[in-house]
């Protein structure tokens, strides 16, 4: 049977967010970026703002001379994330298959099963879209496709207002007008590689088989041929049982930019979710490290992790490069979220080809399974690393 | 895809070529009651609901405005004789912007063309909702809108009933649009199931089921499951469809009791019975469908 999946997606979640708490924003450019900071970049935008020129990630200082009466206001994310929640609350009753994005506005209902019950799914998605901007003041985007993959494009495509409805055989029909950069799907690298050989259209890439796309990709090319035919079988998780991964916060209680003093919460972040890990048999292949800066920038980093691993040690080593990615203003960190991602069972030791980094490993796990084995029976405080200990 | 058999049809009623349907055909649920094969794709589901009715109600659009490429698609898995009827989009009936519908009509005309130009668009179905009265904004704005649709094939379809009234029907005759009959529930604000005739080129009639306690639930399930018996539809082919027929040039009739496969079920048994008093001719199908009667193609 066809699938059938709703997107809803409200465009510029933040904006819209405080368009709620403020009606006065409606219908003005509003531009979301922490003031105050001398350096400080544009979070998120209204569609007003955007028309006029100001992107994502621009200097505020930029920003205000492109669209000089906008209303800047700093980034609250906690509104964002109550209003995410009651967003998700709406949809609950219509399917167990609902997917959420992070905080960001984004859902994924599959209602293939529910139609039964509520009736065709797009009549459910305009019910729910009605029902949202009735109760929250949102006005979500909404599609209905076969998959994933394709109800977010056609929500891209109709942005900031409208909806879309791709009909079960219609996928390859419908992305192969689009240009290329339209599927969310395709990443940067591949973008830059279509378009070394002029390739802008999905049309184009389309009339590329199997064989060709091999040549230019590689080992990308077997997802490439199916993204620009619309073929996408991920699932929607169960609301309740999203993607599996450890997350884990820390809330400084005063703003800081000590290094020692952050690294060392990171580290405890890590010790957390190694054991985590090690007690259910499981190794992260992606680490996400996500700070929110004292003026209400957020700002989230990952790096992948080759090969996956649940060591504290390699974590920490990874969390650290990946806090230098995301710690780049000399601002101060009041949050941090240390996210485990992409877990997998631990991949079967390999032997090294060379035998200086296999002893350090082979160190590394025994002295991980010693510490373990101190701390399950005398307690987590009985043995601790000395950088912890730091910033007491 | 049909032949005609030699039979005529019943000459003490004039020439009025009847066509029944369904308001929409791609329901998932239709497989389980055996309306489609079982995993039947949604893609592939026109292709055999033609094989039964010669026309469909498209609800989708009402949903989002028609798009040409998509509807030039769905033409194309249906013979060139499989008619159409497209709801009216929301943000003209249900949702509308002051500012912006002028525009819609505009946009809903373009998308539409394409069945306009194969000839296979029957009508345009305008339904308004439940609130929509007989105020001097509404009727304003329902002749700007009907200006602006001029020269397309229109049916309305009013759900209150202040819009039943005489000088109404005058306008609709004189714009030759077609007033849509309905048959509902016997519930107090509804609009009336009249059989009155206001274009003499075609009438419209939309079988929503009578099911009393889920009208106003606020869920399709709810509201469009009911089933016509045998006796309800007979007594509705020998009077009021019988009595359209004779005031009208064509005709269409749609089941919207879509719920576990009732509408088509109902169509079905309304054209054998149309069939049967002489209303539709019986025609014999290709190999592939089943042994049903279907209504006459030409």
Not at chain 2, 80 to 90: D, G, I, S, V, Y
Not at chain 2, 284 to 289: A, D, N, P, S
Request: some cysteine.
């Amino acid at each position: 049977m066809d699938r059938a999946v709703i997107h809803l997606n409200v465009a510029d979640f933040a904006v819209a967010v405080e368009r709620v708490v403020d009606s006065r924003l409606k219908n003005r450019p509003v531009i979301i970026a922490p003031e105050g900071a001398a350096r400080s970049a544009v979070y998120d935008m209204s569609n007003e703002a955007f028309l006029a020129g100001v992107r994502k990630g621009m200097a505020l200082r930029q920003a205000l001379r492109i669209c000089k009466d906008a209303f800047v206001l700093p980034p609250h994310q906690d509104r964002y994330e109550r209003a995410m929640k009651a967003f998700f609350k709406h949809t609950l009753p219509y399917s167990p298959l609902i997917e959420t994005g992070e905080g960001d506005g984004h859902i994924f209902m599959d209602v293939t099963a529910s139609r039964r019950l509520f009736g065709p799914p797009m009549d459910v998605a305009w019910r729910l879209r009605n029902k949202i901007r009735k109760d929250l003041g949102l006005d979500p985007i909404w599609s209905v496709a076969p998959n994933k993959l394709v109800a977010k494009v056609a929500t891209r495509l109709v942005k900031p207002t409208g909806e879309y409805i791709v009909a079960a055989g219609e996928e390859e029909n419908f992305l192969a007008t689009l240009p290329v950069y339209f599927i969310t799907h395709i990443e940067k690298d591949d973008l830059l590689r279509l378009s070394e050989f002029d390739f802008t259209k999905v049309s184009q890439v389309v009339s590329l088989s199997m064989k060709q796309l091999q040549v230019l990709f590689g080992n990308r090319s077997r997802f490439l041929y199916e993204t620009v035919r619309g073929i996408d079988f991920s699932p929607v998780l169960p609301a309740e049982k999203s993607v599996p991964r450890i997350l884990l916060d820390h809330e400084f209680g005063d703003d800081t930019n000590d290094i020692a003093k952050v690294e060392s919460v990171l580290y405890r972040l890590v010790e957390k979710s190694g054991k985590q890990l090690r007690h259910r048999h499981l190794a992260a292949r992606c680490l996400v490290l996500v700070i929110d800066y004292s003026d209400g920038l957020r700002c989230i980093r990952q790096k992948k992790a080759d090969p996956a691993t649940a060591n504290d040690m390699a974590l920490f080593d990874l969390a650290r490069e990946v806090l230098g990615l995301a710690w780049f203003r000399r601002v101060r960190i009041r949050h941090m979220r240390l996210i485990c991602d992409r877990l997998i069972f631990p991949p079967a030791h390999q032997l090294e080809i060379f035998p200086q980094s296999f002893e350090k490993n082979r160190r590394r796990i025994s002295l991980m399974e010693s510490i373990d084995s101190i701390r399950s029976r005398f307690g987590n405080h009985a043995i601790r690393v000395g950088r912890t200990i730091a910033c007491q | 895809m049909y032949a005609q058999t030699a039979k005529k049809p019943d000459s003490s009623h004039p020439a009025c070529r009847l066509r029944v349907g369904t308001s929409g055909y791609s329901y998932a649920e239709w497989a389980d009651a055996g309306f489609y094969p079982a995993g039947t794709p949604a893609g592939r589901m026109l292709p055999v609901y033609a094989r039964f009715f010669c026309i469909v109600e498209l609800n989708y659009t009402w949903y989002q405005m028609p798009k040409p490429q998509a509807l030039e698609r769905l033409a194309s898995q249906a013979s060139p004789n499989f008619r159409f009827t497209a709801k009216l989009t929301r943000s003209l009936t249900h949702e509308v912007e002051p500012a912006q519908w002028c525009g819609e009509a505009s946009r809903y005309r373009d998308g539409i063309s394409v069945l306009i130009q194969s000839g296979q668009l029957m009508a345009v179905l305008a339904q308004f909702p439940p609130n929509f009265d007989r105020v001097l904004k509404n009727r304003r704005f329902l002749a700007a809108l009907l200006d602006e649709l001029d020269g397309i094939p229109l049916a309305m379809e009013f759900r209150h009933r202040s819009w039943a009234h005489d000088r109404v029907f005058a306008e609709l005759e004189r714009r030759k649009i077609t007033m849509v009959t309905v048959d509902t529930p016997s519930l107090p604000g509804l609009f009336p199931s009249l059989d009155v005739v206001t274009n003499p080129e075609l009438f419209y009639i939309r079988f929503h089921g009578r099911n009393e306690r889920g009208w106003r639930s606020g869920s399709m399930q709810k509201q469009f499951d009911y089933h016509y018996t045998d006796e309800q539809l007979f007594e509705l082919a020998n009077g009021l469809v019988a009595k359209m027929t004779r005031q009208a040039r064509e005709g269409v009739m749609f089941f919207n009791n879509h719920v576990r496969g009732q509408a088509a079920e109902n169509a079905r048994t309304l054209i054998s019975m149309l069939v049967e008093i002489g209303l539709m001719e019986k025609i014999t199908t290709t190999k592939t469908t089943q042994p049903w009667t279907a209504p006459l193609f030409t």
